[in-house]
């Protein structure tokens, strides 16, 4: 699959993600969308990085919707991975309420990094083309303040934890638990929208007014 530029302009997106943290940036954008989530393992690779690993399956995900989804003229997929980083090991949602206790007991009182992948496939016009695919990250770091056992087993009690890296939300009820990040607020819900933006360009994305 190439990475170079497409001169084919496209006016919607698809979704290929069920996150409806996605889904409400999408529509804060103005931008014109549908959603078809894709079901892919979000296995770590062995000896990948983790800004390897979220591009990689940012781009799984993108190339999944591809192969699968029939996209009609003018749209691009749209496909994102969200990775919590800390001490070199990468939290992603956890798989059930003891898992999401060890991993908030974890990042109590300490500073992690959260990276964000975005992937844009663009499909072929001919047979003799081929599709385009567009990568980008963001990287991002959140301080959590010291949560005591009982604030755990509170935020535990929101339900929250589910398909969320890391086991939290910072636009929820997480936010009571962060004491600053340093970069993109949206990366941090699972979107980096600037590089989103700078990707629909080059794609030739024709935004909404």
């Not at 969200?82 to 939290?91: E, K, N, Q, R, S």
């Amino acid at each position: 699959m190439s990475s170079t530029q497409t001169a084919h302009a496209a006016t919607s997106i698809v979704l290929a993600s069920a996150s409806p943290r996605r889904a409400e940036l999408l529509r804060m954008l103005g931008v014109s969308f549908r959603v078809a989530p894709q079901d892919i393992p979000e296995a770590v690779g062995n000896g990948e990085s983790p800004i390897e690993t979220a591009r990689r399956l940012a781009a799984e995900k993108a190339e999944a919707a591809l192969a699968s989804e029939p996209l009609a003229a003018g749209e691009v997929v749209l496909a994102a991975d969200t990775i919590v980083v800390l001490d070199d090991t990468i939290y992603g949602k956890p798989v059930d309420r003891d898992q999401a206790r060890e991993v908030l007991n974890r990042l109590s009182g300490r500073r992690h990094e959260v990276i964000s992948a975005v992937a844009v496939g663009v499909p072929a016009v001919t047979p003799a083309e081929p599709s385009v695919l567009q990568i980008a990250h963001d990287c991002s770091a959140v301080q959590f303040s010291a949560m005591s056992v009982h604030e755990i087993e509170w935020y535990l009690n929101t339900g929250e934890w589910r398909d969320a890296a890391g086991g939290y939300k910072a636009q929820g009820r997480g936010a009571w638990f962060v004491d600053a990040i340093h970069g993109s607020f949206y990366s941090v819900m699972g979107l980096p929208i600037h590089s989103l933006y700078s990707i629909l360009k080059r794609v030739s994305f024709r935004f909404q007014r």
